[in-house]
């Protein structure tokens, strides 16, 4: 079957088993066209079904069209044909004469026409005001998230409504590329992609195997609730090759960020040196716990717990949502350091430079306060 032309049937079948989680090449195969065809479908409108208009029954359809050209033809009066399909004779009367009279009249042709001019296009957000397009985008480059830049600017401009905007807005006009907004703004979005995917359920952690480990069941209560600070979720995000890492330390109540540096290589007396050097000099109510996943660089947990008096819990297996503070920032952190990378070269500099850019950010959680604020209100 030729790829080259989607039917409507096609089109809507392209776009359910898109919402479905399948990728281009799978669609393609399933509904036997091309795959530059279905990726060039879905890219235009930046992974996002375009919504269909809806006819008012008010207006002609393209079967009431085809029986008024099939009349035309026949050399019906526009009283008979009007009769037979239910509208006034004015109506078919005026309906002939603006698309090619009674010589020239065609269903089709007519019906696209009068699609086009019921078309009432609004001028995009980001391309009629500049002053917020220059915000939207300064925020982006810094990699704000759209939700952090909407928030922001309700809370920056208050009395000012035209620079307010949704941040669904702000996705759908990056993935469309609106006119005035810079080229290429996608890559700087969290996930770099330039257009929506639908979510797919990810891989569960990887089981570990370390000398008695208390598991989160064991974890004291007031950890759940996140207003006793000093509980620390942590994992490692890692390199290619598995042969360097970065470790992730977030607490719970501020949502706080330090980076261990790994990046020459890691084992358990590293882990542990790193763990004491980030969380042993804090005041002692913001170290009370950690908890991590069963992977086989915490097997000295027990002596990190007698040098440091910090307790460890440990997740159960394939489950990250036990860490569902870490696991959110350690998505965050794969815009820095995408997956796939060697993290060779990665300097200290380099991880403060990035945790600093997170613990700077405005969070919903926190009422639109940034972790770096709200640790410090923690602090003293």
């Known amino acids: 079957m030729s790829g080259y032309l989607l039917t409507t049937e096609d089109r809507e079948r392209v776009w359910k088993l898109h919402g479905e989680g399948q990728n281009p090449n799978e669609i393609a195969t399933s509904v036997g066209r091309a795959y530059s065809t279905i990726a060039t479908m879905i890219k235009a409108t930046g992974g996002v079904r375009p919504t269909t208009p809806k006819r008012s029954e008010l207006r002609l359809s393209l079967a009431e069209r085809e029986e008024i050209s099939r009349g035309v033809r026949g050399f019906e009066t526009f009283t008979a044909i009007a009769r037979r399909i239910g509208r006034s004779p004015s109506t078919v009367s005026r309906e002939v004469a603006r698309n090619g009279g009674r010589g020239g009249y065609r269903a089709v042709r007519a019906d696209r026409r009068a699609v086009h001019l019921a078309r009432r296009p609004k001028t995009p957000k980001l391309s009629g005001s500049a002053a917020l397009r220059d915000e939207v985008e300064a925020k982006l480059r810094r990699h704000w998230s759209p939700e952090q830049i909407a928030a922001w600017l309700r809370l920056t401009f208050p009395d000012d409504p035209a620079l307010w905007i949704s941040h669904e807005t702000i996705y759908m006009s990056v993935f469309r590329h609106v006119k005035g907004l810079s080229p290429r703004m996608c890559r700087y979005l969290r996930t770099g992609r330039d257009r929506r995917r639908p979510r797919r359920r990810g891989r569960g952690e990887r089981r570990g195997k370390n000398p008695n480990m208390v598991l989160i069941v064991n ?57 004491l050097k980030g969380l042993a000099t804090l005041p002692k109510h913001l170290r009370r716990s950690l908890t991590w996943d069963q992977g086989t660089e915490m097997c000295a947990h027990e002596n990190f717990t007698r040098s440091s008096g910090i307790s460890v819990y440990f997740c159960h297996p394939r489950s990250p949502w036990e860490r569902g503070t870490n696991e959110n920032t350690n998505g965050l952190l794969r815009q820095y350091f995408p997956k796939g990378v060697d993290f060779e070269g990665v300097t200290r500099d380099r991880l403060d430079h990035v945790a600093y850019e997170l613990n700077h950010r405005p969070r919903r959680t926190l009422g639109w306060l940034t972790p770096a604020e709200r640790f410090d209100q923690l602090v003293r």
């Open 219 to 275: 974890r004291p209560s007031a950890v759940e609730n996140r207003k006793q600070p000093g509980h620390w979720e942590g994992d490692l995000i890692m390199g290619r090759g598995h042969r360097r890492a970065i470790g992730t330390l977030v607490e719970r109540t501020s949502r706080f960020l330090q980076l261990l540096d790994l990046t020459q290589g890691f084992n358990t007396e590293l882990m542990n040196a790193e763990l």
